[in-house]
């Protein structure tokens, strides 16, 4: 399982998140909205996900693990959070 | 070679054809919007064909006619005749590199790279960005903000940004399986990124996860190719934009020294000199100027192609064209190839015969009918062999025999038939190389011409075919240089400026007939008789006595035509004489007709196959001689008194008729080896319109034999039409009679 | 399991090309031939086909009018259409009839991709 929430205020992602992991990533948000994001073991992610936590403005924590998240994704999911 | 290769090479061909015909189909009438997306449909085939064998340098050329039909169908262009041209060029690089891999058994080309190169300028290439990019609906008037707003955004990546990219996925992309940030992710080179929502974010309760709702941009070092090549399967959500424009020069130029640019632009000033003394002069000197600061340079090729431009100049006695080019050389710019820049060589006639037949399936299933039929012959013999062990009558057997013999022999006739059948090709395989050697010859001969080609579907044997091709370029190449009158000639005779060469084909009996008739100027006959009297071909008196159609048919004699003229185009003189000889040898006939003024016809009579000839065989001197039979007018005794000498010859009366006598055994040099009987054996046969007796010494049968037409060494066997291999392997040797009786 | 495909190409190269790659990389796969757009009709309406490669580029009906025939016919059926020129609006009008874009020459991939496609769409449509 890629989309985790943890302990009621952490959302893990972890591994390869597709498209079928987008709906699990809105609701936890929904249902926790000041969880922060830990994607620290995520491996890549889709659009649809990257979309969430650019609408959401969610509080990510960490840097992915890819290097194509980390240098061109992070920067602009780290500037929707202000 | 691989199967692969193997049928490229035969699809290439054919969409070559293809192609060459809606070309000139396109030149005559440019309208013909058909026409077009054939040529196009057959480019783009030819295209996708050379991919598929991973031949790089052809898939360049053939992409880059296809763009060229591409702007005439969008209606940028105009068909012009440069233009055909260009594009039956590039065919003719196709064709020769098609050759090549014939001959080397699949392997591509090693000079392709070259040879597409040289179309590409043809095409003037230069001055467009890049394949693919360009059939990108790069749009055109809509401003390019956002490029601008991406180069501000990263200025730091801006630097090394070669292209940018503007991605609008549809929403509904990721049902299609679609993720369009995965896509990028693979990009070459990402120096920047931006991920804007296409509106502003709803409430997070109210976003569809499963909708795309971003705009995805991007700048990469990687260029617009390889941006299009990856992102194919959406290329209709991409905007695609080069960041730089290629400059005309080839990469690593190292440029003129400041020294060579000033004496350049010293060459130029000269030449913009407007006075008329002493013109030409200093076209030379500024050439000859130019040409060696670039070999000064380095630069060996720019300046062997000013050089062709000097020439050029000189002829057109316009420096203007010399100006441009070395102007092209001041800015780096490759020099656009020469008008008579070394292309492809227009495509010689050497055609191998064609390896390949295409059959009809009827045919094929004829041979497997009489396949069954002969295995039953064959059981017979064995049968037959039985009985005659067991002792039967042979009278009995002898009947039997000679029943199932003619069984077989029906057989074998049919056999050979359907074999030779077969072989039997449609005309248009040698008549469709015409239209485009008339375009080209008729233009490097100043004659416009067109050829309308009737009848191609009329077959004949595949030696026969394929042999004809030489003797009809020569006879149409004639018609243009000789038979036809200049443009200014023919208006003033009322006549349609573009003279029209009919090439014909029909099919009469046993026979083929094809003909060449032009609407030219005709045959001058007191213009034959003035060449053949300096020639030494006849002599005046002879002359006197000849008719009209005589005269012309000198034409046709050794040692009339001048044969010095030799042409790029059939590669070494020829003349009328080579052509008969060459009919004559595939066992046909070619005459000449002609009206003053209105025009001129040759006519070709040819066998429909290497038939079966049937001769009457005969024996004189000692050896066996074959006798056309369609020539034996019928076979008689004449007693040796009744044989009356004629001037140096002989000759005899039958029915009120003198018919000319000569002795076979004679004729052909052997001495006479019986003692003349009382009567002599004649062989009258009709010859040259006329009859003539042969004496021989014996009377043989009639058989059906394969003539085979001479070959080698035997060529120029006078008097034999061909051999034949009998059943006891003696060769029989068939008579010329027209020869004989010359 | 097998499959169907029905492949359509004037160009006799390029159906040997598919043929290959399906030889090789799909068994599971079967395929029928046809040279033009009404060899194509005749074939699938006699039996269905679960998916069709078709060549852009054909003299008579080109393979985009084709592709709005077959999806006619079989409305689940799986489209592709290949074409060796990446022309936008092609592109567009595929995705308009549901047709899935390969560009030719067609790589082993992107008729993997395609063909699972077709297997995802059979299984989910039953």
Redesign the interface.
């Known amino acids: 399982m890629t989309v985790r929430l943890v302990d009621g205020v952490t959302i893990v992602l972890e591994g390869q998140c597709e498209i079928d992991d987008a709906d699990p990533l809105l609701r936890h948000l929904l249902a926790a909205p000041h969880a922060t994001v830990d994607w620290r073991l995520c491996q890549g992610a889709h659009t649809a996900i990257i979309q969430i936590l650019l609408a959401s403005k969610a509080v990510v924590h960490g840097l992915p693990d890819s290097i194509f998240l980390q240098r061109n994704v992070a920067p602009l999911v780290k500037k929707a959070q202000d | 070679m691989n199967?692969?290769v193997e049928?490229?090479l035969l699809?290439a061909r054919e969409l070559v054809e293809q192609a060459t015909d809606d070309l000139l189909a396109l030149e005559e009438k440019p309208g013909d919007s058909e026409r077009l997306d054939?040529a196009f449909?057959a480019f783009?085939?030819l295209?996708?064909?050379a991919?598929?064998v991973d031949f790089a340098a052809m898939t360049r050329a053939m992409h880059a006619a296809?763009d060229v039909l591409s702007a005439i169908r969008t209606g940028a262009n105009p068909v012009t005749p440069r233009l055909i041209g260009d594009c039956l060029t590039c065919l003719d690089q196709v064709i020769q590199w098609l050759d090549a891999m014939q001959v080397s058994g699949g392997e591509l080309p090693p000079d392709a790279e070259a040879g597409a190169d040289a179309i590409l300028r043809r095409f003037g290439e230069e001055s467009r960005v890049g394949g693919?990019v360009a059939?990108?609906?790069l749009p055109q008037q809509a401003p390019v903000s956002w490029v601008e707003a991406m180069l501000d955004g990263h200025p730091e990546a801006a630097a090394e940004a070669s292209t940018a990219i503007r991605y609008s996925p549809?929403p509904g992309c990721f049902f299609r399986?679609e993720d369009p940030l995965g896509l990028i992710a693979q990009l070459p080179g990402i120096v920047a990124l931006d991920l804007l929502p296409v509106a502003p974010w709803p409430e997070l309760d109210a976003l569809d996860p499963f909708a795309c709702h971003l705009v995805l941009m991007v700048l990469i070092s990687g260029s617009a190719e390889q941006a299009?090549t990856l992102l194919?399967?959406?290329?209709?959500q991409v905007e695609i934009r080069p960041l730089r424009v290629a400059t005309g020069g080839v990469e690593g130029d190292p440029g003129l020294s400041a020294a060579a640019r000033k004496l350049l632009e010293a060459q130029l000033l000269l030449l913009a000199e407007d006075v008329a003394e002493g013109a030409a002069g200093r076209l030379a000197s500024a050439g000859k100027v130019a040409a060696n600061v670039l070999r000064h340079g380095g630069k060996m090729a720019e300046a062997e192609r000013l050089e062709r431009h000097l020439s050029h100049s000189q002829t057109a006695g316009d420096p203007r064209i010399l100006a441009t080019a070395i102007e092209a050389a001041l800015n780096g710019r490759l020099l656009a190839g020469a008008p008579d820049d070394v292309g492809p060589a227009p495509r010689l006639p050497e055609e191998t015969a064609a390896r390949a037949l295409r059959v009809d399936v009827e045919r094929v299933d004829a041979l497997v009918t009489l396949t069954g039929e002969l295995t039953i012959a064959k059981n017979a013999i064995s049968h037959m062999a039985g009985l005659a062990q067991d002792g039967m009558d042979p009278k009995a057997l002898a009947a039997l025999l000679k029943q199932h013999h003619v069984q077989l022999d029906r057989l074998v006739d049919e056999l050979q038939q359907s074999v030779l059948r077969i072989r039997v090709l449609p005309l248009n395989h040698v008549f469709r190389r015409f239209p485009r050697l008339v375009r080209d010859m008729a233009a490097s001969l100043g004659r416009p011409a067109r050829l309308v080609t009737e009848g191609e579907a009329t077959e004949a044997d595949k030696a026969i075919v394929e042999a004809l091709f030489e003797p009809l370029l020569h006879v149409l190449r004639n018609a243009i240089s000789h038979g036809i009158e200049t443009a200014s000639e023919r208006a003033a005779l009322g006549k349609p400026p573009v003279a029209t060469v009919h090439l014909r084909a029909t099919r009469d009996g046993e026979h083929v007939i094809i003909e060449v008739a032009d609407d030219g100027r005709g045959i001058d006959l007191e213009r034959i008789r003035e060449v053949a009297m300096e020639r030494g071909v006849a002599q005046a008196e002879t002359l006197a006595a000849m008719t009209e159609a005589e005269v012309m048919d000198l034409i046709f004699a050794p040692g009339f035509s001048t044969a010095t003229a030799v042409t790029g185009l059939s590669g070494r003189g020829v003349g009328m004489d080579a052509v008969r000889m060459a009919v004559d040898r595939l066992g046909g006939r070619v005459g000449i007709e002609s009206r003053p003024g209105e025009g001129t016809l040759v006519r070709f009579t040819l066998p429909l196959t290497l038939m079966m000839t049937a001769v009457m065989t005969v024996e004189a001197g000692g050896q066996l001689f074959g006798i056309p039979l369609d020539a034996v007018v019928q076979t008689v005794s004449v007693p040796h008194d009744r044989i009356l000498p004629v001037g140096a010859s002989h000759a005899f009366v039958l029915r009120d008729r003198t018919i000319p006598l000569l002795e076979l055994a004679e004729v052909l040099g052997q001495g006479r080896t019986m003692t003349p009987a009382a009567e002599a054996k004649v062989v009258v046969a009709a010859v040259r319109g006329g009859l003539g007796g042969l004496e021989v010494d014996r009377l043989g049968e009639r058989m059906n034999v394969m003539l085979r037409p001479l070959d080698g060494l035997l060529t120029s066997l006078w008097g034999v039409a061909g051999t034949t291999l009998l059943g006891d392997g003696r060769v029989l040797i068939v008579l010329d009679l027209e020869e004989i009786f010359r | 399991m097998t499959y169907k495909v029905l492949v359509v190409d004037?160009?006799?190269?390029?159906r040997?090309?598919v043929a290959k790659a399906l030889s090789t990389g799909h068994p599971d796969w079967m395929k029928a031939e046809a040279a033009n757009a009404a060899e194509a009709m005749d074939l699938a309406s006699r039996s269905p086909f679960d998916a069709a490669l078709l060549d852009f580029?054909m003299?008579g009906q080109d393979g985009l009018h084709l592709a709005a025939e077959l999806r006619a016919l079989y409305p689940r059926m799986a489209l592709g259409l290949l074409s060796?020129?990446?022309?936008?609006?092609i592109?567009?009008r595929a995705?308009e009839v549901g047709a899935?874009?390969?560009?030719?020459?067609l790589a082993q991939q992107d008729l993997s991709d395609f063909l699972a496609?077709a297997v995802q769409l059979k299984a989910a449509t039953r």
Not at chain 2, 232 to 236: A, F, G, I, P, T
Not at chain 3, 84 to 89: G, L, P
Request: hydrophobic share 35%; aromatic share 6%.
């Open positions: 199967e692969f049928q490229f699809e054939s449909r783009h085939t295209k996708g064909a991919g598929i296809e693919p059939l990108l609906a549809d399986g299009a194919h399967q959406v290329l209709d | 004037d160009s006799k190269l390029a040997m090309v580029n003299p060796a020129n990446h022309q936008v609006e592109v567009s995705h899935t874009f390969l560009p030719k020459p496609k």
